[in-house]
């Protein structure tokens, strides 16, 4: 929950870096909330106005964390764009998110799994 809430915290931060760690679990809790909400809508018998209502609301921080996790891996942001390849696109895009971030400092900042005193 910690991971999500930092995210949020980080609402439109397109600098810096994020771990594997930030990205996936932000990823895995809207997966979660996207399907609790689906699932709330067909009971009620309503249109997706709660999911859509959420989609909105994630999108900008959910396009930030990853600009921030292809900054860890050295990559920048603008690789997003390979994702409008259908099929492809989103594998390359998985293989770079999995990738181990740049263990050094690099352009985008400091590695945020290194701890500063």
Do not use: C
């Not at 994020?18 to 979660?32: S, V």
């Not at 909105?56 to 390849?85: K, Y």
């Amino acid at each position: 929950m910690n991971w999500y809430l930092e995210v949020l915290k980080k609402y439109a931060v397109f600098h810096g870096r994020a771990q594997r760690k930030e990205y996936w679990m932000f990823l895995l809790f809207n997966i979660i909330v996207s399907l609790v909400l689906t699932v709330i809508e067909t009971l009620v018998d309503i249109q997706s106005i709660l999911s859509g209502i959420y989609s909105l609301a994630v999108l900008l921080p959910g396009l930030a964390v990853s600009v921030r996790r292809l900054h860890d891996t050295n990559r920048s942001g603008w690789w997003l764009l390979i994702s409008l390849i259908p099929i492809l696109g989103a594998i390359v895009l998985i293989v770079f998110m999995a990738q181990d971030g740049h263990p050094d400092e690099n352009q985008y900042g400091f590695n945020p799994k290194l701890k500063t005193i």
